[in-house]
T-cell receptor, first 112, second 115 residues
Framework: GQQLNQSPQSMFIQEGEDVSMNCTSS?????WLWYKQDPGEGPVLLIA?????ELTSNGRLTAQFGITRKDSFLNISASIPSDVGIYFC????????????FGAGTILRVKS | GAVVSQHPSRVICKSGTSVKIECRSL??????MFWYRQFPKQSLMLMAT?????????EQGVEKDKFLINHASLTLSTLTVTSAHPEDSSFYIC???????????FGSGTRLTVV
């Protein structure tokens, strides 16, 4: 099936540092979504991207939909302890209807 | 914002019994609901897609007789794990999508443990 390659797999950073993670694919996506999942909880939407080249911010989070529509990145600035969790990218392919394809996730740990 | 309620959050059952998990969209009508399974430290694996009033579409390798999905209304979908076995123990998550202008909202998940 279709795959999203998400990297890095995990990060262990110092509080206050900026974080960057990305997803790439060989397929063209209509929509890119970034989610955060805390332990024992469902994913919570952080940012949704709908147009190629779109750059969107949500507080300390910034995400961009790549021009080629095959990639996206998520940046977190000035990380804080509550940023800890698993971050997933997800994309919607036109030929897959409403189904989302998920990346493998990036585990973020923050040292305070 | 859109809210999806999933119950129960945690359930322990004996082998051979069945367990029902409910997923409700509280403030919007969900034209489509999705059921996922997630193993520890892994991504979400789509099990099936259900549209209100029609049969669910199962992903390859997912047993439809094992995981019964009912989407009886625009706000409720249920997943029943039939004749559960320890290997069915997992974290199950539902997601609901409204119309074209609505995104995907996830429930808080159900931790199923089969003993």
């Amino acid at each position: 099936g279709q795959q999203l390659n998400q990297s890095p797999q995990s990060m262990f950073i110092q509080e206050g540092e900026d974080v960057s993670m990305n997803c790439t694919s060989s397929s063209i996506f209509n929509t890119w979504l970034w989610y955060k999942q805390d332990p024992g909880e469902g994913p919570v939407l952080l940012i949704a991207l709908y147009k190629a080249g779109e750059l969107t911010s949500n507080g300390r989070l910034t995400a961009q939909f790549g021009i080629t529509r095959k990639d996206s990145f998520l940046n977190i600035s000035a990380s804080i302890p509550s940023d800890v969790g698993i971050y997933f990218c997800a994309g919607q392919l036109k030929e897959y209807g409403n189904k989302l394809v998920f990346g493998a996730g990036t585990i973020l740990r923050v040292k305070s | 914002g859109a809210v999806v309620s999933q119950h129960p959050s945690r359930v322990i059952c004996k082998s051979g019994t069945s367990v029902k998990i409910e997923c409700r969209s509280l403030d919007f009508q969900a034209t489509t609901m999705f059921w996922y399974r997630q193993f520890p430290k892994q991504s979400l694996m789509l099990m099936a897609t259900s549209n209100e009033g029609s049969k669910a579409t199962y992903e390859q390798g997912v047993e439809k007789d094992k995981f019964l999905i009912n989407h009886a209304s625009l706000t409720l979908s249920t997943l029943t794990v039939t004749s559960a076995h320890p290997e069915d123990s997992s974290f199950y998550i539902c997601s609901a999508k409204g119309g074209a202008n609505y995104g995907y909202t996830f429930g808080s998940g159900t931790r199923l443990t089969v003993v």
